[in-house]
């Protein structure tokens, strides 16, 4: 904001925004930095007679940046917002997703796309949509349907089951992420024999592995079994090299530990208990001849053997790859649908293949700045397409600004790519060697300046000096985290005492932690702290729920993800399920549930027993609800859906005012009314699908402990912040790496990083994919740390196994060397002080109440309005109908062909009528009267005029010639002058206040008898 300030401000021109482009992440961030522009010119702009405090302060501060003067500043402001406020178009703060769709709208035609594309942002549905046509496809599609049995069998031979939807969808996934571009693309040419072929193969492979070391083993035991030996004779008896070799000769491929390859080689194998101890020395010679080629074919193969076990593992769904992707694109197609990540690849592919992008250069006239925030989450693709814009205005010597904090990239798992961050100014990732960002990295490091914001606004001292040293100390471990956390060092600036605690017990069990949460809240109140101070952060949403439901189960209001979920409330699932009876009353399972929530809601001593035996003894959910003293009218009575849920929450007198989950539901039905016409089973479907997990928004300010995600916390501050269950396992959930090998039968695949794919030859990828992994987590705990103003407290199981946990991993190894000695299990530091009681204002709830009654128009039907519209008229009033629309809509004679092409297409008029109103159509431009209507200075077709009362009026045509004005209207039945006349006249009346200069007159034209009866108004 203050750079965005400094622009505009420094320059005389008030106009100066229109050649800024500020670009951020979210609509939120974006509409926030549009507001705090807005009120810092109103601030700047005040006359010093109205300035408070803060205002001259701010003034002072822009004075000493710009060196300005203040009359200067505050004339500059003035004209600034007037010039933003009356062309609020040119305004352009917006995220990048808005700027790139932008982009693709203007040049849609160049880059051959359909001019009304829309835009999906629900990549989750389309996912969907593209399974179940997949599986619609079954029976139709050989290639496909072979696959499908073949992934269906193989999921049965590893005893799971057959039904593996599920695992398509999740696969589908990773097909929409940048990193699989270029490994996709390999793999568009493989047909289904193909993959048969590279199953072959690897089968091959894993039989002649497998074969040699079966083979090795039985001839070492060979050895064994020819001198009567047993393990017992050996040195470790059951964990013996001669135990070793029994397993091999069976078939176990587990190789040799470490410690093992390093001793047995040394020939100390016999066991000197033995009897037979001379005998095992004799046979040691061969026995490690054996076993060193064993170690050998390790060495050499097994690194190759666990890749194909992982490509074999994945090769199902590489097999359907094409098959999703053909899915996708029908899909796309066919709903006329573009996503997000398509327009990044268009883009992208044009600045690969041209130096100066066309559909850049008039953007690169129109903006001279371009301000960048939350840079660390940019993905690598939209980075490619916005340094062109730089490059041109770095080139012209204009300022610019990236803002972003490399230690808050958590947002890897969707594209964000920090690298290409943390390089700048002197260097442009390009792994691609893009021509464009190579010639553009030489601009880059000259004209580009690195700026460390060093102070600290948020958060207490004690938390600040925290975070400096841990994150410090644990970065310093590794070069990838060190490189990013390098000079991160902040300086408090806030006087206010702060408090850390950190609670690690090795007998710290779940029940426990959810225990330590519940008491620091209540500590916390005891303080003199609110709820609305308080906020919990967890990795995943279900500790969320799980911690809500605890809190709430001990009286403490939260609000969580979880809990503002709209259909997890008992009056939304009640009336979804009382709409969904009415809609299906034969569906038993909604039935069911509706009997279920209204005992729970109206009833709740009865149990189980009683909705069940309901459900048994009723025939109809009317007569039910009758007899309850319910009178529920059927949803045909009332004129649109909204109306008709208006009508079930009043009929069952359930207080909306006091329930934001029940008005939120009846925004959904508004919205999807509005979008998809009234279709209630539509509805239900859409709520069951997507709108029962849509979150209402939770007012500011609620007396209520807070519970999200670190990724949701990201950008917010709170008091007091807590951090339970810091003990996730970090190496659980790896995500996949697409590999592209040119040394393989399958050219690109995907792996998860293990200790066995590691020995791979793709070892350096997956040790930096681990490394990636473990900066994300770090980077996570590192946003978790820095949202509190006043207390931190985190809790977390210690463990004195493998360190795979952050409080294994990093916070024991720091407070060990800190030499920081706990308390009651506890690291404390600080103080934790009592707030100072603050007076809070309470707004009056507002009532919402119904109308006394409804609108007086039709009920609400499923059908069309055309469709509507003609089933009530006969067939003569139908054809006259649709001959009236199309003399209302040509222009010409030329005209005619496509505009009734089009109306059939649209169902407008009908195909049995479409050539008859050609030929009739075309016989009326051979009377001189009726093609003079079009032969005209101007005509207007259907223009509404609206009177003093806002009422509008449509005449047929309006022909102005000259000095003149004929309004016409057109007839297709039998002559009624009198109605006629009279409604024309009123159309003559209308006209001549439009046409003010000019003479205006009427015709009734009737089309059945081409006379034309002129009418003059009084």
């Not at 021109?13 to 609509?27: E, G, H, Q, Y």
């Not at 568009?188 to 193909?194: L, M, N, Q, T, V």
Request: glycine share 4%; aromatic share 12%; proline share 3%.
């Amino acid at each position: 904001m203050q750079e965005y300030l400094r622009i505009i401000l420094h320059d005389k021109d008030p106009s100066k925004f229109r050649r800024i482009l500020a670009m951020t992440f979210t609509n939120k961030a974006a509409n926030e930095m549009k507001v705090r522009i807005l009120d810092k010119l109103i601030q700047l702009s005040k006359p010093i007679s109205e300035k408070t405090k803060e205002d001259i302060a701010a003034m002072e501060d822009m004075v000493q940046a710009l060196q300005l003067t203040d009359q200067q500043i505050e004339d500059r402001s003035f004209k600034s917002l007037n010039a933003i406020l009356h062309n609020y178009g040119m305004f352009s703060v917006m995220t990048i997703d808005k700027f790139t769709h932008k982009v693709i709208r203007t040049f849609a035609k160049d880059l051959d796309l359909s001019l009304d594309f829309d835009v999906e942002m629900d990549i989750k549905s389309l996912r969907k949509s593209v399974t179940d046509l997949l599986f619609d496809q079954i029976g139709r599609n050989k290639e496909l349907t072979d696959l499908m049995i073949h992934y269906a069998d193989s999921k049965l031979e590893e005893d799971k089951s057959w039904n593996f939807k599920q695992q398509l969808f999740d696969f589908s996934n990773s097909l929409f992420k940048e990193d699989a571009i270029s490994a996709i693309d390999r793999l568009k040419k493989f047909e289904a024999k193909d993959f048969i072929a590279v199953r072959k193969s690897i089968y091959e492979e894993r039989i002649q592995f497998e074969s040699r070391l079966k083979k090795m083993g039985a001839d070492a035991m060979e050895i064994i079994n020819f001198h009567q030996l047993t393990a017992d004779d050996f040195k470790g008896k059951s964990s013996s090299i001669a135990a070793k070799f029994l397993k091999f000769s069976k078939g176990i491929t587990d190789p040799p530990t470490e410690k093992q390859a390093e001793n047995w080689p040394l020939g100390d194998l016999a066991q000197k208990s033995s009897p037979n101890a001379a005998i095992v020395e004799s046979i040691t010679p061969d026995l490690l001849n054996i076993f060193n080629q064993i170690l050998r074919h390790f060495e050499e193969n097994e690194g190759r053997y666990h890749l194909n076990e992982q490509i074999l593992k994945n090769l199902n769904n590489l097999s359907l790859m094409n098959h999703i992707l053909k899915a996708t694109e029908e899909i796309k197609e066919e709903e006329n649908i573009l996503l997000i990540s398509d327009f990044y690849k268009k883009i992208a592919e044009i600045i690969v293949e041209e130096p100066v992008p066309f559909i850049y250069e008039r953007l690169g006239v129109r903006y001279d700045h371009f301000l960048l925030d939350e840079f660390q989450d940019t993905s690598h693709l939209q980075w490619i397409n916005i340094i062109p814009l730089l490059h041109n205005s770095l080139s012209q010597k204009k300022t610019n600004l990236i803002v972003g904090d490399g230690k808050q990239a958590i947002y890897r798992w969707r594209n964000g790519e920090v690298e290409q961050f943390v390089d700048l100014p002197e260097k442009i990732y390009n792994p691609q060697n893009i021509v464009s960002l190579a010639e553009a990295e030489h601009t880059f490091a000259v004209e580009g300046q690195k700026i460390n914001l060093k102070s600290n606004w948020r958060s207490a001292p004690e938390i600040v000096e925290f975070n400096n040293d841990f994150f410090e100390f644990t970065a310093a471990q590794k070069p990838i985290l060190n490189k990013i956390y390098e000079g991160g060092r902040q300086h408090p600036q806030k006087k206010t005492k702060g408090y850390l605690e950190f609670n690690l017990r090795e007998d710290f069990e779940h029940v426990d932690q959810l225990d330590y949460v519940l008491n620091t809240i209540k500590l916390a109140l005891a303080k003199g702290y609110q709820l609305k101070d308080i906020c919990v952060l967890v990795r995943r949403n279900y500790t969320g729920a799980e911690i809500a439901r605890y809190l709430s189960d001990h009286q403490i209001k939260v609000i969580s993800q979880d809990s503002l979920f709209v259909g997890n409330d008992i009056y939304v699932k009640f009336l979804i399920a009382a709409i969904a009876s009415l809609a299906n009353p034969r569906n038993l399972n909604n039935r069911m549930k509706c009997f279920e929530h209204y005992f729970q809601i109206y009833h709740p001593s009865e149990g189980p027993l009683k909705w069940e035996n309901t459900i048994n003894n009723t025939a109809s959910i009317l007569t039910f609800f009758k007899d309850e003293g319910y009178h529920i009218e059927r949803p045909e009575n009332y004129h649109s859906f909204y109306e008709y849920v208006e009508h079930l929450i009043e009929c069952f007198k359930i207080k909306l005012d006091a329930n934001p989950y029940l008005q939120y539901l009846l925004e959904q039905v508004h919205q999807f009314e509005k979008q998809h016409s009234t279709n209630i089973q539509g509805f239900i479907n859409w709520f069951n699908e997507k709108g029962r997990v849509e979150s209402i928004k939770s007012p500011e300010g609620s007396q209520a402990a807070q519970i999200m995600t670190f990724h949701k916390a990201k950008g917010l501050e709170f008091p007091i912040v807590i951090c339970p269950f810091l003990d996730w396992d970090t190496e659980s959930n790896k995500s996949e790496k697409w590999i592209e090998d040119d040394h393989n039968l399958l050219p690109s695949y995907f792996i998860t990083s293990t200790e066995k794919t590691k020995k791979s030859e793709f070892k350096d990828i997956l040790e930096e994919e681990d490394l990636k992994q473990e900066m994300d987590d770090l980077n996570v705990i590192y946003v978790a740390f820095t949202r509190p103003e006043i207390a931190l407290f985190v809790s977390g199981k210690k463990t004195t196994n493998k360190p795979k946990t952050p409080v294994d991993k990093w916070l024991i190894p720091y407070f060990n060397h800190v030499s920081l000695e706990a308390t009651d299990s506890k690291f404390m530091m600080g103080s934790f002080e009592l707030e100072e009681v603050k007076s809070t204002e309470h707004s009056l709830p507002y009532t919402l109440k119904f109308l006394d009654h409804y609108m007086n128009r039709s009920t609400f039907s499923l059908k069309s309005e055309f469709e509507e519209a003609f089933e009530i008229q006969d067939a003569k009033r139908r054809y006259g109908t649709e001959l009236h629309y199309v003399l209302s809509q040509i222009q010409s004679q030329s005209e005619i062909e496509n505009v009734i092409e089009t109306a059939i297409k649209k169902g407008i008029i009908s195909s049995d009528n479409g050539e008859r109103i050609l030929k009739e159509t075309t016989d009326l431009f051979k009377d001189d009267r009726f093609s003079s209507y079009f032969n005209s200075d101007q005509v207007f077709n259907e223009k509404p005029i609206v009177d003093d009362l806002g009422r509008a009026f449509i005449p047929d045509k309006i022909v102005v010639n000259g000095t003149d004005a004929l309004v016409v209207d057109f007839k297709t039945g039998e002559e009624h002058n009198d109605k006629y006349k009279k409604q024309l006249e009123n159309y003559i009346q209308l006209s001549k206040a439009v046409f003010k200069n000019k003479t205006v007159r009427g015709e009734l034209y009737y089309t059945t008898t081409k006379t034309a009866i002129e009418v003059q108004a009084g």
